[in-house]
């Protein structure tokens, strides 16, 4: 079966920096989109950044200019954090679709969550 695992998740300090990875197993396709969500203490479930096969990306406004979003040939996709700050504090989550159409929703697939934590 298919399976998200996310890793580099971890504790820094505010101006600090982490790299995130998620790796897809169990498939022989390639998922035209890939991205990552997050979900802070309390707050709803919200959109970091995606890519596409093509390599096209897209960011959310708070996270622009600080986050870059990159996957390999494969199903493999990184995010790396940049300036981070306590705002940033949440439970980062891999997601994954075969289209546009299903990345981000229930037909798509989730990792279980990495938890980044950002001191100030």
């Known amino acids: 079966q298919v399976q998200l695992v996310e890793s580099g998740g971890g504790l820094v300090q505010a101006g600090g920096s982490l790299r995130l990875s998620c790796a897809a197993s169990?498939?022989?396709?390639?998922?035209?989109?890939m991205g990552w969500y997050r979900q802070p203490p309390g707050k709803q479930r919200e959109l970091v950044a995606q890519?596409?096969?093509?390599?096209?990306t897209n960011y959310a406004d708070s996270v622009k200019g600080r986050f870059t979003i990159s996957r390999d040939a494969k199903n493999t996709v990184y995010l790396q954090m940049n300036s981070l700050e306590p705002e940033d504090t949440a439970v980062y989550y891999c997601?994954?679709?075969?289209?546009?159409?299903?990345?981000?929703?229930?037909?798509?697939?989730w990792g279980q969550g990495t938890q980044v934590t950002v001191s100030s």
């Open positions: 997601a994954a679709g075969r289209d546009l159409g299903t990345f981000g929703q229930s037909a798509g697939y």
């Open positions: 890519i596409i096969s093509a390599g096209s």
């Open positions: 169990g498939t022989i396709f390639r998922f035209n989109a």
